[in-house]
C-alpha cells in the first residue's frame, strides 16, 4: 500500500532540486538580458521558463499548512542565502563531476591531480556548508524549517 506523503528520502532528492533549480534560475534570470547572441538568449529563456515549471511542479509535494507568520522578510538574508547556496552548489557538483572523473583516469599523474582537486571541493563544501549553517540558511538537522526555506527561495526565484 502506498503512503499519502513522500518518503523520507524522496523528500531530500526534492529539496535538493527545488534549492539547486531556484539558485540556479536566479543567476540565469539575472544574466538573459546580458546575453548578446540571440540563439543562445532563446536557450537562456527557454531554460528560465522550464526550471519555472519544475520549481511549480515540485513544490507541489511539498508539506502543506505552512503557518502564514513563518516567512522570512529580511532580504539580505535571501541575498546572502542566494550567494551562499550558489556556491555549495557549484562545490556540490565539482565533488560529484571530479568524483566521476577519478573512476575515469588511468594516467597516474592526472588521478593525482585529480584528487587533489576532489579534497579541495570537498573543503570547499564544508567550509560553505558551514557558514550558512551557523547563519541559520541551511537548516539541516530542521526538516521542515529546510522545506519551508526551499519555498522561500523558489518563490523569490519565481518572482524575480
Not at 528520502?9 to 540565469?28: D, K, P
Request: charged content about 25%; aromatic content about 10%; overall charge neutral.
Amino acid at each position: 500500500m502506498r503512503e499519502a506523503r513522500l518518503a523520507f528520502h524522496e523528500t531530500l532528492e526534492i529539496h535538493e532540486l527545488v534549492a539547486f533549480q531556484s539558485v540556479s534560475l536566479m543567476r540565469f534570470k539575472h544574466a538573459a538580458p546580458e546575453v548578446k547572441d540571440r540563439m543562445l538568449q532563446a536557450l537562456y529563456f527557454q531554460t528560465i521558463k522550464d526550471l519555472e515549471q519544475n520549481i511549480v511542479d515540485l513544490l507541489q509535494y511539498y508539506p502543506k499548512g505552512q503557518e502564514e507568520g513563518t516567512r522570512s522578510s529580511d532580504n539580505r538574508e535571501l541575498d546572502e542565502g542566494y550567494y551562499a547556496g550558489s556556491l555549495l552548489g557549484f562545490a556540490k557538483s565539482s565533488v560529484k563531476n571530479y568524483a566521476g572523473a577519478i573512476t575515469e583516469t588511468a594516467t597516474p599523474q592526472l588521478k593525482n591531480v585529480l584528487i587533489n582537486h576532489l579534497n579541495k571541493a570537498i573543503e570547499c563544501h564544508t567550509k560553505v556548508f558551514n557558514y550558512m549553517y551557523e547563519r541559520g540558511m541551511y537548516p539541516a538537522y530542521n526538516l521542515n524549517k529546510l522545506l519551508r526555506h526551499d519555498q522561500e527561495m523558489a518563490e523569490k526565484a519565481l518572482r524575480s
